[in-house]
């Protein structure tokens, strides 16, 4: 089992900026990828922003620019630097992991941090 700790959600003004970080502890083999997802009220979880080991990046449409994902392999940890953020930011956001080999892996999900964009 992998446990997924997530910090740094709260509540920011309009155009500011807030940082996600996301540490993956316990039982891991190795990790493929990191990610973070979001949902709002009423609507489907979407992909924020995704980064895999080998440094490959991918972002949701609406966060290009502004999003910024990154890793840092020796504390298998993600980060999400989150700038201009908007009211429709507003999600609990969650923290994906891709952990395993080439044949097989196993996704772990983290309980999600609240941000809210209001002024």
């Known amino acids: 089992q992998v446990q997924l700790a997530e910090s740094g959600g709260g509540l920011v003004q309009p155009g500011g900026s807030l940082r996600l970080s996301c540490a993956a502890s316990?039982?891991?083999?190795?990790?493929?990828?990191m990610a973070w997802h979001r949902q709002a009220p009423g609507k489907k979880r979407e992909l924020v922003a995704l980064?895999?080991?080998?440094?490959?990046?991918k972002y949701g449409d609406s966060v290009k620019g502004r999003f910024a994902i990154s890793m840092e392999d020796t504390k298998n940890t993600v980060y999400l630097q989150m700038n201009n953020l908007k009211p429709e930011d507003t999600a609990t956001y969650f923290c994906y992991v891709e952990d395993g080999g080439t044949a097989w892996s196993y996704d772990y999900w983290g309980q999600g941090t609240q941000v809210t964009v209001s002024s």
């Open positions: 316990g039982n891991i083999y190795s990790i493929n990828a």
């Open positions: 980064i895999t080991s080998d440094g490959t990046t």
